[in-house]
């Protein structure tokens, strides 16, 4: 089968439809197979294939519900608390009462239990007994009920009663329920086998070491790890080299044994066309390219298989992004098919974009959010949409899906966010936006211990003032520097925030230098050096505090921007400027010690700044920030941070103005 024009970025749905079509028309588009497990622990999670009936009565006699005495409830009729009655126990007696633990049966002549606590047990002449629970009779001074304290044949569940049905995910509840109702063995949907195949030259295994132009291979371990949660038994394979012919051997072998492949293509150039290739050699290629972002480049199609079966198969992209949510895309809810169980519908809110997004016209968008609520408000913050960046899955909240034809959405538009944590979590979060700094990454450790999430947007100090400005946070790292007195971000606060009731606290003070590659070979030791001829800079953005520290010394020391290769080259966080620096995009860059010893570069000190919490007064004591305020008293957090290169934590959780 040739390349077809119309394989290429279709929609959605229609890429859905195809596969299942084909699914279809091949007799795989329904439960792959039933077996039978036994009712135990090891059936955690699978899924029923088909209803659960209780065999037996749950419970199956009448039992004692506590420690009494069984008997009958109208031989007690006119107890009272100064005229009691008096029960025999002895055997002449036989049917007045009896002694019962719990779960005992209840005697067939017995409708009724009355707590061992509530009796006088009595020896034959009258006295006190000292064993309560062998007498030779009781004294009750309160008439009791029939049945009460007795639970009741069938009380929990009745012989024939349906206890779950198919299709059910199977909970411990569900088989401590099974199992009391009579049931040893259970009908499951068989476990979908899915294979995950990493393939291209260019990747390495985890636990190896990388050199430059190497990837480690993380994406199989992703997949399969998706595939397990969602109910299917992922094998992950070994790296398979851009060798056509070894990949189709593979693919071949995998057809015949498993019931998914999941063939997921490295970043090397042609690699998405060559795995189309496999799959129009094997097989059929229904689709190849489907209008998602991320996620462009997915492959389906159906491999031909031995004994006339055709296996599925989904070409996965690169990007450890554009994989996961393919994964959620197709993986999730055909695994789900095959297990007869529809997908739990994750839960969704409307919440406020606290900026602009833009989307291309004819994908669907798959846009990664942090959510928060930040006074009244539910905002989602966006982060960072590039397919590589991965972080950006472990820091989202949620999704947002931008449906084709929507081109964006401005700030402060409503937007539903597909949930992936909780909303009790939401309610315990904290958000910051504003300058970056690992002291807000180790505080996070910290408040996890104490019941709160802190989730972080790092657009800098006047981003994160701006963001205040708006409502859009409970609170900024801030570190902007007044040229006229000298200050750090007081004035700042009084311009961004003038009207607004504000706490500035500190967080730290930090050295701020030149972060230059291992041995400094360019002899790169102040700011003056950046014009020298061959000496490359990387940048902070705008509106960033050591944008502005480094634009308030240049101004000092008479050196002009343009002076500056790289000047025009910016990153967001000190760690991508170290980032920048150890790739060699740049020869330094300005930032804090502790990112130059997180990738072993050079640093020069140059200057010592405050870095302040700016946290706006009606925040400030909101319970929900009381654990911040005790995470900055707290010594052991002081000392971690006290001991990062470059950081100075004596004023830590000092409150440095009280603006109104």
């Given amino acids: 089968m040739s390349h077809s024009p119309y394989l290429h970025d279709i929609p959605l749905p229609e890429a859905q439809a195809r596969l299942q079509n084909a699914l279809q028309a091949a007799g795989r588009y329904d439960v792959l197979g039933i077996e039978t497990i036994p009712c135990d622990e090891k059936a955690l999670g699978r899924v029923l294939a088909a209803p659960v009936w209780a065999k037996i009565s749950s419970p199956h006699y009448h039992a004692a519900a506590m420690d009494g005495f069984a008997l009958c409830a109208r031989d007690t009729i006119g107890a009272q608390l100064a005229r009691p009655l008096t029960l025999s126990l002895s055997a002449e007696a036989a ?95 068989r476990r979908p086998r899915v294979a995950v195949m990493p393939t291209g030259s260019e990747l390495t295994p985890v636990g190896q070491n990388v050199q430059a132009g190497q990837i480690i291979e993380t994406n199989s371990i992703t997949l399969a790890a998706q595939v397990n949660a969602w109910g299917g038994a992922a094998q992950r394979f070994p790296i398979i080299p851009d060798h056509f012919e070894t990949i189709c051997q593979q693919v071949q072998r995998a057809a015949d044994d498993f019931d998914l492949i999941l063939l997921n293509a490295g970043s090397s150039a042609g690699s998405e066309d060559f795995s189309a290739r496999v799959v129009e050699t094997l097989g059929e290629l229904l689709v190849h390219g489907v209008a998602v972002r991320p996620g462009h480049p997915v492959i389906l199609g159906m491999i031909h298989a031995s004994a006339g079966r055709r296996t599925p198969i989904i070409g996965v992209p690169g990007y450890p992004v554009s994989a996961a949510l393919t994964a959620e895309i197709f993986v999730q809810p055909l695994l789900g098919r095959w297990l007869g169980e529809t997908p739990p519908e994750a839960p969704t809110v409307n919440a406020i974009l606290t900026r602009k997004i833009t989307s291309p016209a004819g994908d669907d968008d798959y846009q990664r959010m942090a959510v928060a609520r930040v006074g009244e408000r539910l905002l989602a913050a966006p982060l960072n949409r590039g397919a590589g960046v991965i972080t950006s899955l472990l820091r989202a909240d949620g999704i947002a899906v931008l449906p084709r034809g929507v081109q964006g959405l401005a700030a402060g538009a409503e937007i539903k966010v597909r949930l992936y944590r909780s909303a009790a979590e939401l309610e315990r979060t904290i958000l910051a936006i504003g300058s970056h700094d690992i002291a807000l990454d180790v505080m996070a450790q910290f408040l996890a211990r104490r019941g709160r999430r802190l989730a972080s947007a790092n657009v800098g100090s006047q981003g994160g003032l701006v963001a205040l400005r708006r409502g859009e946070a409970h609170l900024a790292g801030c570190h902007l520097l007044d040229a006229a007195s000298g200050e750090y971000n007081l004035a700042a606060v009084r311009e961004y925030l003038g009207g607004m009731a504000v706490r500035v606290v500190a967080l730290v003070g930090r050295t701020q230098g030149l972060l230059t590659q291992p041995g400094n070979l360019k002899q790169i030791h102040s700011l003056a050096d950046l014009q020298r001829a061959g000496v490359s800079f990387v940048n902070r953005q705008r509106g960033a505090g050591t944008r502005v520290l480094l634009d308030y010394q240049l101004n000092q020391q008479g050196i002009a921007a343009e002076a500056v290769r790289g000047y025009e080259q910016e990153e967001y966080t000190h760690l991508a400027v170290a980032a920048a620096v150890a790739s060699g995009r740049a020869d330094c860059g300005l930032g804090i010690a502790a990112a130059a010893q997180a990738l072993g570069l050079d640093f020069v000190p140059l200057f010592q700044e405050r870095y302040d919490l700016i946290i706006p007064s009606q925040h400030a004591g909101d319970p929900l920030l009381g654990p911040l305020f005790e995470t900055l008293a707290e010594p052991a957090y002081q000392q971690a941070v006290g001991a990062l290169p470059g950081y100075e934590v004596s004023w830590m959780g000092k409150l440095i103005a009280e603006i109104e």
Avoid: F, K
């Fill in 95 to 189: 049917g007045r009462a009896a002694y019962v633990d719990t779960g005992d049966a209840l005697p067939t002549w017995a409708d009724a239990v009355i707590p061992i606590e509530n009796v006088e047990a009595l020896t034959g002449d009258g006295a006190l007994a000292e064993d309560p629970r062998r007498p030779a009779a009781i004294r009750i001074r309160a008439a009791v009920t029939p049945w009460s304290h007795v639970r009741l044949l069938g009380e929990d569940m009745v012989a024939t009663q349906l206890v779950l049905p198919a299709g059910q995910r199977l909970r411990a509840v569900d088989l401590g329920a099974a199992a009391a109702c009579g049931n040893s063995e259970l009908q499951a949907a």
